[in-house]
């Protein structure tokens, strides 16, 4: 694992435990199954003609590309809304429209975003997509992914990735990223082991029912947790 570099003096400014940096960008991409080019995108990645576009998601005190818990909650959004029917640079300026309108520096880790922020993201994007993609946004991309979100002092403190149970009801979360467990790790929720570690003992050659007994949960627990770590390495 990457060392993470500090930018000391300015860790030392930030009073919210949610924005330290926490995860590097292939840590971001396997936890939420999102491709490294697409986050590279948000950050201002390379554009067409080679020019770099403005950060949507902006890094905390890091040297190096060291992502926080908050810029996780953006990512988990940004990936619902960042398909090719939409183009980034529309996401950018609605965002940014939306910040401007209700004052929020950061739209997406707030609980208000929505209800206020939904209907002035859509309104900003309206004039330049299709009808069905606006009403595909408004009523199922966000309602489905903020379903999926827990929230401490308006603000977002746990997120339930995608696994396999995609599509069920948004109660059902095996597996969550909590940023006050497990040092923000991807947990399986039941028992509150992370992932990761389900998955190091299976492929050190554990059986399913072994780590069940051990761990005193289902198999079908932990063939979820297996399931979403085998997935999560591929997209890594």
């Known amino acids: 694992m990457p ?21 590097t960008l292939s840590e ?3 936890h939420l199954r999102v491709p490294r080019s697409k986050v590279r995108s948000w950050l201002g990645g390379e554009v067409a003609g080679g020019l770099h576009g403005t950060p949507i998601i902006h890094l905390p005190a890091a040297k190096g590309r060291i992502f926080s818990f908050f810029n996780l909650v953006e990512a988990f959004l940004l990936a619902g809304v960042s398909r090719p029917d939409i183009p ?12 401007m309108e209700t004052g929020w520096e950061r739209p997406l880790i707030q609980e208000e975003f929505q209800l206020r922020g939904t209907p002035l993201f859509i309104e900003r994007l309206a004039p330049f997509v299709e009808p069905a993609v606006c009403e595909s946004v408004l009523k199922d991309v966000f ?11 308006s603000l977002a403190a746990c997120v339930a990735p995608f696994t396999r149970r995609e599509g069920r009801s948004p109660a059902d979360r095996p597996i969550v990223i909590d940023y006050r467990r497990s040092f923000g790790r991807p947990i399986l929720c039941a028992i509150g082991v992370p992932t990761e570690i389900i998955y190091g003992r299976w492929i050190g050659g554990d059986t399913q029912e072994e780590i069940a007994d051990d761990f005193g949960c289902d198999r079908s627990a932990i063939e979820e947790a297996l399931c979403y770590e085998a ?5 890594a």
Request: charged fraction near 35%; avoid cysteine; aromatic fraction near 10%.
């Open 143 to 153: 309602p489905v992914r903020f379903q999926r979100i827990e929230w401490q002092d």
């Open 3 to 23: 060392k993470l570099q500090y930018d000391v003096e300015a860790a030392m400014r930030i009073e919210d435990p949610r924005d330290l940096p926490a995860y």
């Open 231 to 235: 997935a999560a390495q591929r997209a």
């Open 88 to 99: 980034l640079f529309r996401v950018r300026e609605a965002l940014q429209a939306v910040g």
């Open 28 to 30: 971001l991409s396997r």
